[in-house]
């Protein structure tokens, strides 16, 4: 039986950075300005200190301007919220990342509901979340995003397709089901709640693996030939302690079965800082009613 073949995340990223900068210094050249990014860091966080890390490392090899704010796990919800005040009033900014999670005495949603809307490059506002269901021009989450441009890489047309979510997270789980209606696919959200999540599954023609378990969706889970994206990144115990990282979908399995399917790592993972930088790339042109790029 023929293996899947690999959905190569790191390729298809490195082309839309690519095409991010060509955009970045078209726009320089003709207009004189340079897209900001700022990200927001609070606490000592590892994963994300390694994720602002390479966005900002991303940012400056694109062209962007990046700039960061690293603030004490004790800082208070107040002076947050008065540092986004900030940020949404400075011109030089067009993207707003506040990295999550944040510490137990600041909530969430309240950060993310006072971020300008236009500035929203994490696309989690309800103004972009209703823009997004409702077919309106939205930033959109770039994990989502991403998945949905290595799908079109993968099959062209999507048309028609059914497809199954399985995970309902706002970050990627809903998104993900918006995106895939707007390309006039059947889709079905599954979660934990859902009755027989394998027969769910085996019905798919796309298989969005989101539910944040290791090796959940088995190789019976699939239809022969499905194309599989596997959002999901665990750490996993190996016996010679160093641990190895794997997605939600149990890989060796899927591959007898998929006809496609993103590797972990290697897969969706580089397509989210790519498409951070293209939503970033987007809001400097929307604020300034520039033409967009086609990115």
């Known amino acids: 039986m023929a293996q899947a073949r690999l959905i190569d995340g790191k390729a298809a990223a490195a082309q839309l950075r690519a095409a991010v900068a060509r955009a970045a210094a078209e726009i320089k050249a003709k207009h004189g300005f340079e897209p900001g990014l700022v990200a927001v860091l609070v606490g000592e966080n590892p994963a994300s200190e390694v994720y602002v890390r390479s966005k900002g490392k991303a940012s400056t090899e694109a062209g962007l301007k990046s700039f960061e704010h690293r603030l004490p796990a004790s800082t208070g919800e107040a002076e947050l919220l008065a540092l986004v005040a900030r940020l949404n009033a400075d011109p030089a900014v067009d993207g707003i990342l506040v990295q999550l999670p944040l510490p137990k005495q600041i909530d969430p949603q309240r950060v993310i509901d006072a971020i300008d809307p236009a500035k929203d490059v994490d696309g989690f506002h309800a103004a972009n979340v209703g823009r997004l269901w409702s077919g309106g021009r939205a930033l959109v989450p770039c994990?989502?995003?991403?998945?949905?441009?290595?799908?079109?890489?993968?099959?062209?047309?999507?048309a028609g397709a059914n497809a199954a979510v399985l995970g309902r997270s706002n970050i990627v789980g809903k998104p993900m089901a918006a995106l895939l209606l707007a390309e006039s696919c059947t889709v079905t959200i599954a979660h934990s709640k859902?009755?027989?999540?394998?027969?769910?599954?085996?019905q798919a023609d796309i298989l969005v693996a989101a539910v944040g378990k290791p090796e959940m969706v088995r190789g019976g889970w699939i239809k022969q030939g499905a194309t599989v994206i596997d959002v999901g990144i665990n750490r996993i115990a190996t016996q010679d302690g160093k641990g190895k990282l794997v997605g939600d979908v149990a890989f060796a399995e899927a591959c007898q079965v998929a006809g496609a399917i993103t590797p972990v790592p290697g897969g969706v993972g580089p397509m989210t800082i790519a498409c951070l930088l293209r939503n970033t790339l987007v809001a400097s042109c929307r604020r300034r009613n520039l033409p967009e790029p086609a990115l």
Not at 150 to 158: C, E
Not at 194 to 202: M, V
């Open 143 to 158: 994990t989502p995003y991403g998945c949905l441009l290595l799908l079109r890489q993968t099959l062209g047309g999507l």
């Open 194 to 202: 859902s009755r027989d999540l394998p027969a769910i599954a085996r």
